[in-house]
């Protein structure tokens, strides 16, 4: 299989979010996200993603088919709650470029692609001018949850080697219902760092 990975912005990113939307509801289905999405919400999410200034989705295509993408777009034109807990911390969050959410199909795991989608991230915030570091948030899941798989492998080290670094007490909560929840919940978010 060849996978080509492109970079869209403005219009070929609007373009881009069906089958995004899709891809997001696949995968973050599974651990440690445990995501009950829908496509209602997806399309409003990323519409509005879409529409930000500065922003990027790398996408990863196995001919004409999405298999994977990560966002990105500068802080300051995402969700508040992205930003809040920086804005907390007194940071100047004008000059973060958020990588948001990147993923990825399992059979298309273990290619590099990762690296890819952070290299095109980055990029797009070096060559906006004003970003002096890259942030993005993961979720946190207890050791014992009932539904961590027993061969489950943190992508820590991989993020380390990338530059990043864990903000020692900067977390993030957002909601959503995960798959074997009746209702939304709050989960706990740490944001990781790197200088660009």
């Known amino acids: 299989m060849t996978v080509k990975v492109a970079a869209l912005t403005g219009t070929a990113l609007a373009a ?7 891809l997001r509801i ?8 445990l995501y009950d999405g829908s496509m209602d919400y ?19 295509y196995d001919g004409d088919t999405i298999v994977g993408c990560a966002t ?16 907390a911390r007194g940071s100047d969050v004008a000059r973060i470029f958020y990588c948001g959410e990147s ?26 001018g004003t970003f002096t570091h890259s942030a993005f948030c993961a979720v946190v899941r207890p050791k014992d949850h009932a539904l961590r798989p027993k061969d489950y492998v943190p992508l820590d080290a991989f993020w380390e080697r990338r530059g990043y670094a864990k903000v020692e007490g900067l977390v993030a ?14 989960k706990p978010m740490q944001f990781w760092m790197k200088a660009l």
């Open 16 to 22: 881009g979010i069906p089958a995004v939307a899709r």
């Open 26 to 33: 696949a995968v973050f289905r599974h651990w440690p996200y």
């Open 42 to 60: 997806e399309t409003r999410y990323l519409s509005k993603f879409a529409a930000a200034g500065g922003a990027i989705i790398v996408a990863a």
């Open 72 to 87: 990105a777009a500068p802080l300051t034109e995402v969700d508040a709650e992205f930003s809040a807990p920086l804005r």
């Open 103 to 128: 993923v990825l199909l399992p059979a298309y795991r273990g290619r590099g692609l990762g690296h890819a989608f952070f290299d095109h991230r980055e990029a797009q915030g070096r060559a906006l």
């Open 173 to 186: 909560r957002f909601t959503w219902k995960d798959v074997d929840q009746p209702a939304e919940t709050a």
